[in-house]
């Protein structure tokens, strides 16, 4: 069997080129595709688009971001050419790559107080029943002096993130969006259908023993298993009416990232009706408990009123679909969105009603640093 190393792929990538990488597989189109920005506010609208686009261009696979909320258009890449490499046909030869950034200007958006402000706010509209949970999220903008260097923070986030999936893709003339994110919303194999929700979560000590002792909290912590809970029964009441055999387990397990240890369950089951393909999937389930809250509508407006930044593409999802209607969608978190020398990070925590506020701004500088590992940068 022919190998490829990892580090060849990489040579001359550039940011309007696409990777998407699972961890099953590598998909990557350097070079010439035709990017369509489409609008987001009706969903089914924007899959009457993406099914014509590949009937006209009779292509194989389309990889698309779709943003968190219509205030966003999502962008379809129908690659010339795709190559696809299986996990077992690439060489992981890569090293971490040092190239140092000067910063003209850095901010935090929203600051510690504006943050805790929110969470009180959050915590006050849960007390009065307007929802059960919500997820609020920061932003960490900088202004660079020179161009991002995209391939070496795509290298490093390769590098550090064997297990999650790991994209970049120009989801725009100007604009990149990179990131490395553990949580696989849907996945669609034949009949076979996976999800794995993540919710609950602790800063990575890499102490083992101090590790050890934070996956036992996590996986004793009502505040957590609530917060967890709330998004798998969203993901089973959603999916009963499509899939048989649904399975899981009734206690989530533990999952490590790179920088975080969160309670995860896998759920797998059987496609009943198949009509349905892994973008309608991903549609039933988007925006979820795990990025935005419970109940969904009520949530989203609070979100979208109160967070004072447009999420864009953070908290959408990003994937692949082929002409079988087999695919996978990821949440688009742990990320960046690049444009020009302008890098904003996005980050956020689900909020119940006995959140702390600090703690709250905490987990959120922890799920920071996977991209600002990548970048070889500190909050
Ligand atoms: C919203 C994010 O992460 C989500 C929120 C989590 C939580 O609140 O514990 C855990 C994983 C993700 O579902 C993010 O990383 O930005």
Redesign the pocket.
Known sequence: MMKTKLSEILQNFQKQDTLFKTPEQLLLCKGSCKRFRIEYNDPSKFKDEMIKLQQQYKTQIMIAAIPFDGRTKATIIVPEKLERYDKCRLIMDLQVTTHPLMIEQSQTIPDKEQFSEMVRKAINFINDQHFNKV?L?RTLNFHLKDNPPISSWLTNLLYKNNQGYIFSMGTDDCQTLIGASP?LLVKKDGAMVTINP????RKQTFNKIKDAYLEKELLNSDKDLY?HKIVVDYMCEKLHPYLSDIEFNQRPEILYTDTMI?LSTVIKGKLTNNTMDALDLAQLLHPTP??CGEPQKQSLHFIQEIEPFNRGFY?GLVGYMDSNGDGEWV?T??CAAIEDKKVTL?????IVNNSVPNSEYNEISA?LTTMLDAMELKE
């Open positions: 997820v999220a949580e993540l919710a609950g979560s917060e969160h795990a990025i908290t949440i978190i742990r996005f980050a956020g925590a689900g799920k």
